[in-house]
């Protein structure tokens, strides 16, 4: 049986989901105060958002992984034996990453490696890197596993808020800020992640509480009578990740649970302290 080497890019958040998968995690760098830190590897989630939140004066950036450190993550899985690696990405129109890993791949020798760009950010590059791993392991061909991959893809939806679109806006994450009045960083507005895979602004909000309601309530509307699995990610806002697990759990008891994972240092970067996001994946 062919051997398959699964790789997912530090947005994942991978590191924060315990799971027995081997899946190599490409890291991309935050730039910080004068500093830089490889991201979990040297700066966690509750250290970034703990150092973010308490010195208001530091603003973070992130470096991606270049293309010479994704060649040596090809080139290593193909040492191990690998025949065949699929490196899952963030959107291609959130980050470079996408387009680097293309690079390598072309550069690659003796493996043959496919590069998902997943549309999206954060936990659903998880699981689909591990429904990758299960395939491989049943035996499914990289056609069947791209094809499966792309139903993930093709049907989520997150919507999320943000406390202060600085982050966003500063690092050219949010594709419709030209769109916005001269008081645009005091808006709270409701966000999502289109069908392409961008940060687009859904409505112009001007409180965060309210945009959080927003979310729930588009969510709510949204997955009323489809089978789903639902999520929340957050950028260290356990509070209102909880609320909005009551106020989802209160609304649709069939769903029975709901996990919430938290958003690593590249991403948090991004979007800033106590971001929310809920979303969900069909089930199949």
């Keep these: 049986m062919k051997k398959l080497g699964v790789?997912?890019?530090t947005n994942s958040a991978l590191d924060y989901i315990p799971h027995d998968y081997d899946i190599r995690v490409i890291r991309s760098t935050i730039l910080m105060g004068g500093k830089e830190y490889v991201d979990f590897e040297e700066l966690t989630a509750s250290q970034f958002y703990e150092m973010i939140e308490s010195d208001s004066s530091l603003f973070p950036r992130t470096a991606m992984a270049s293309t010479g450190t994704m060649l040596e993550a090809y080139e290593k899985l193909r040492d191990e034996g690998c025949d065949e690696a699929i490196f899952i990405t963030i959107s291609s129109k959130m980050s470079g990453i996408y387009e680097n890993a293309m690079i390598a791949k072309n550069m690659v020798e003796g493996i043959k490696v496919t590069v998902f760009d997943s549309k999206t950010v954060g936990y659903l590059q998880c699981k689909m890197a591990f429904l990758a791993h299960d395939l491989a392991n049943e035996g499914k061909s990289m056609d069947e596993i791209v094809e499966a991959l792309s139903f993930i893809r093709d049907n989520n939806h997150i919507y999320f808020a943000v406390k202060d679109l600085k982050f966003l806006v500063k690092n050219g994450r949010l594709s419709n800020a030209a769109g916005f009045v001269a008081d645009v960083l005091k808006i709270k507005p409701l966000?999502?992640?289109d069908k392409n895979g961008a940060v687009v602004t859904v409505e112009k909000?001007?409180?965060?509480?309210k945009a959080v309601e927003r979310v729930l309530e588009k969510f709510l509307e949204e997955t009323k009578g489809k089978d789903i699995e639902p999520f929340?990610?957050?950028?260290n806002n356990p509070e209102i990740a909880q609320w909005l697990r009551e106020q989802v759990l209160a609304a649709k008891p069939e769903l029975k649970e709901i996990k919430d994972y938290l958003l690593t240092p590249a991403v948090g970067a991004h979007c800033g302290p106590k971001a929310i996001t809920i979303g969900y994946v069909l089930n199949h």
């Design 205 to 209: 909000i001007r409180t965060f509480s």
């Design 7 to 9: 790789l997912v890019c």
């Design 232 to 235: 929340i990610i957050h950028a």
């Design 191 to 193: 966000l999502e992640i």
